[in-house]
């Protein structure tokens, strides 16, 4: 369940916390109190797109908190293990988001950074949403087909069905790239040969790329390089006086020292090693140089190798590894190309196999659907008539249709409001009132197939009144036997049947507004109800009919 929600700072709302129940809880109050400014809020944490607007004027930035408390948090902490951010603990999840002025935000889950994709994702688990304006989903054919499957458990066949759809589409798009226009595959091939004969050619090599520059540099400076070796080696042990000689005169030094001080010792055996490490950084110097020679050919040979590497790499791709991946890809393409005939038929069996499949898994939903279709008309005429419309009809109806992502099935809900009526397509018929009711008794009987904990309805009730409404309060209550729900109500017939009331409250201080939330007792929701049957003047006939209201629940 939802057990808190903490709004600081987002429209007219300074900073509240609201406290929800198990069971129905019903949310009242003025119009533009800001009621549906906690359906926002929640959004926000559910991962729905924020809008600066949003933060209260004045305000750097917004932040909303839910807390949920979970029954069974396992499916919540395999979602957080695999993305490794903290599992619950003491099963309470925390989602946390702010929204800053600057553009900038923070996305908390369990006090650990994380993106909107994971509040959607997690959102799916724990949060059915339905506002105002969601009723519409229920005349598309695609929702309806949601609706249909969801009753009928049929989420692993559609899974499977849309893993073969997929692969459909990757062998038709397969066999659209090989079945083009001879002339331009012949175009094709030449141009591949092309360039892998020219890479080919060329045997580059990461390794060679290296050297060239280093060679390169080498040969043009050739001779300027003998000259400094030349200093150097002169400097070391052939010229007078040497490093090597003014050592070796320390040395002898060192060895008479030694005999003096203890220190000498030690001193001497450091000039001993200064002096062979002269000695080799001699013979180091005149093993590199006696190769060296300032050879134009030479020179000439790897500035055109050079050229060829900038050449190849302006033309395929910018560096020597991205050269031999085009090679690669190209002799692929060739073969493709001068095998197409064998490929077309391969993918032509492949095809064949899979369209096979398809119908298979095609006709495995459809009798899912079928078998479940009558039990969907069945439940949701039940609950239908339970909202007022006591001769009412449902239906599903289900005709063949081409492959789609979905199946091979074409839905239509079917809706006779009356007694009498010729059964019609529910869009085609039903009233804004209608649909509301119709999309109420259809989350009522999925409710009993889903394990989305809690259900969110922000004013289900638009459009109706008096009897209509006691149903829709009594459905509600009904659902929330089994989940926790919430629901923003402008119908004292519907907050009647509230479990927990809180009413929303505005008022003006310091030229600014507020809203406040207060959880109702027995007298507040008393008058909370009064309030909405007759007005801000309270009569004495008003809260005894409110009184009444809560007693007959």
Request: glycine content about 6%.
């Amino acid at each position: 369940m939802l057990e808190s929600l903490r709004v600081r700072n987002l429209a007219v709302v300074e900073d509240v916390t609201v406290a929800f129940q198990k069971g129905l809880n019903v949310i009242t109050g003025e119009t533009g109190a800001g009621k549906s400014i906690l359906i926002d809020a929640l959004g926000l944490v559910l991962g729905e797109r924020a809008d600066k607007s949003m933060i209260r004027t004045g305000e750097a930035q917004c932040t909303v908190e839910a807390v949920f408390h979970l029954a069974d948090p396992d499916a919540v902490n395999r979602v957080l293990d695999e993305l490794a951010l903290d599992t619950c603990e003491e099963n309470r999840l925390i989602l946390r988001r702010t929204v800053s002025a600057t553009g900038s935000g923070k996305n908390l889950v369990n006090d650990c950074p994380t993106t909107i994709q994971v509040f959607r994702q997690l959102g799916d688990l724990l949060v059915d949403l339905h506002g105002p304006h969601d009723h519409q989903a229920l005349l598309k054919q695609a929702y309806q087909l949601d609706v249909l499957d969801a009753f009928a458990g049929l989420a692993a066949e559609r899974e499977t069905y849309a893993q073969v759809y997929r692969e459909q589409l990757d062998l038709e798009s397969r066999r659209h790239e090989l079945d083009g226009d001879d002339s331009q595959v012949a175009q094709q091939v030449d141009l591949l040969r092309y360039q892998i004969a020219e890479i080919e050619e060329a045997k580059l090599t990461a390794d060679e790329a290296t050297t060239l520059d280093e060679d390169h540099t080498v040969v043009a400076n050739a001779q300027l390089i003998l000259e400094l070796a030349s200093q150097a080696c002169n400097a070391l042990s052939d010229d007078e006086p040497t490093a090597f000689s003014g050592v070796a005169t320390a040395q002898r030094a060192l060895v008479e020292l030694s005999r003096l001080v203890p220190q000498g010792g030690a001193w001497l055996a450091e000039a001993q090693a200064v002096n062979v490490q002269i000695q080799e950084l001699t013979r180091s110097i005149h093993q590199y140089v006696q190769d060296i020679e300032a050879d134009p050919r030479r020179l000439e040979w790897l500035e055109q190798r050079k050229s060829l590497y900038e050449m190849l790499k302006r033309k395929y791709g910018g560096s020597v590894e991205a050269v031999l991946e085009h090679l690669v890809t190209s002799q692929g393409r060739l073969n493709d190309l001068e095998s197409r005939e064998e490929q077309i038929l391969a993918v032509d069996r492949d095809l064949e196999k899979i369209r096979k499949a398809l119908d298979t898994a095609a006709r495995k939903l459809r009798t899912g659907r079928k078998k479940a279709s009558t039990g969907l008309s069945q439940s949701i005429t039940k609950a239908i008539q339970d909202l007022g419309f006591a001769e009412g009809a449902f239906a599903v109806d289900l005709e063949p249709c081409e492959p789609g992502p979905a199946g091979q099935d074409a839905i239509d809900f079917g809706f006779a409001p009356n007694v009498g009526e010729t059964m019609r397509p529910l869009r085609a018929i039903a009233s804004s009132g209608e649909i509301s009711r119709v999309m109420l008794a259809t989350k009522a009987v999925l409710a009993k197939h889903d394990r989305i904990p809690v259900l969110i309805f922000d004013e289900i009730d638009s459009n109706i009144g008096g009897e209509i409404g006691i149903a829709v309060g009594l459905k509600l209550r009904d659902v929330a036997q089994n989940h926790q729900v919430i629901s923003i109500t402008h119908l004292p017939q519907v907050a009647a049947h509230g479990m927990t009331h809180l009413a929303v409250r505005k008022d003006v201080r310091d030229g600014r507004t507020h809203t406040q939330i207060e959880s109702l007792d027995e007298d507040t929701r008393t008058r909370e109800i009064a309030r909405m049957l007759g007005g801000e003047e309270l009569t004495s006939v008003t809260i005894e009919h409110a009184r009444q209201m809560i007693l007959n629940v």
